[in-house]
């Protein structure tokens, strides 16, 4: 079974600041490794998905890394706004193609 | 259709009573999840379909809980005799299918279910 791991489980920045998100999971006989976004009471949103063969995946502000031999990952915020206050959580798939998810870290930024 | 549908988006039922909450996926996704999430929890894996039969059913907390997906598309979670402790939201996801590094997980709002 895969288990995912995320710290920190909460974090708190003031605005335009920079911050790191980070993710580990057990099994790294992974094909891709996905980032998701869940607003309070909401769904998740799908953020950026890296395939195995990827180091590292980019959409606006965000950029996600993937080192598969250490079983870690990273979500990078840049310059970072109120409105991305939200819970962040990472899925990694299982050999049986069951994706597993981390337990999320709650970010809130400060205006 | 374009999105993943849940039906019904909230469920408020007794302790005991049957539920089935129904989720109906991206079309020609074959891969269909079910996960079900606590306050303050990540998603908890439940079940895995692909196509019609049960690829892994490894996460149902009991023999309460069971999911069909008789013709390979829409796929009911049905919960027998329910508990307080069953009170969640219950997500649905479906993907392509296969070990494909492009599948991405693509989620409906949730089914949100209390149990009084």
């Known amino acids: 079974k895969q288990e995912v791991t995320q710290i920190p489980a909460a974090l708190s920045v003031p605005e335009g600041e920079n911050l790191v998100l980070n993710c580990s999971f057990t099994d790294s006989a992974i094909y891709n490794l996905q980032w998701f976004r869940q607003d309070p009471g909401k769904g998740l949103t799908s953020l950026l998905l890296?395939?195995?063969?990827?180091r590292e995946q980019t959409s606006g502000r965000l950029n996600a890394s993937l080192d598969k031999s250490s079983g870690r990952s990273t979500l990078y915020i840049a310059a970072s706004q109120p409105g991305d206050s939200a819970t962040y959580l990472c899925?990694?798939?299982?050999?049986?193609?069951?994706?597993?998810f981390g337990t999320g870290t709650s970010l809130t930024v400060i205006p | 259709g374009a999105g993943v549908s849940q039906t019904p988006s909230n469920k408020v039922t007794e302790k005991g009573k049957y539920v089935e909450l129904r989720c109906d996926p991206i079309s020609g996704h074959t891969a269909l999840y079910w996960y079900r999430q606590s306050l303050g929890q990540g998603p908890e894996f439940l079940i895995y379909f692909q196509g019609t039969g049960a690829a892994d059913d490894s996460g149902l907390p009991n023999d309460r809980f069971f999911a069909v997906r008789p013709e390979g598309s829409v796929s009911t979670l049905k919960i027998q005799r329910t508990e307080r402790g069953d009170s969640a939201v219950y997500l649905c996801?479906?993907?392509?299918?296969?070990?494909?590094?492009?599948?991405?997980?693509?989620f409906g709002a949730g089914s949100r279910l209390t149990v009084l």
């Open positions: 899925a990694a798939p299982a050999p049986g193609n069951q994706f597993y």
């Open positions: 996801a479906s993907t392509q299918g296969g070990f494909s590094g492009a599948n991405v997980l693509t």
């Open positions: 890296i395939q195995s063969s990827q």
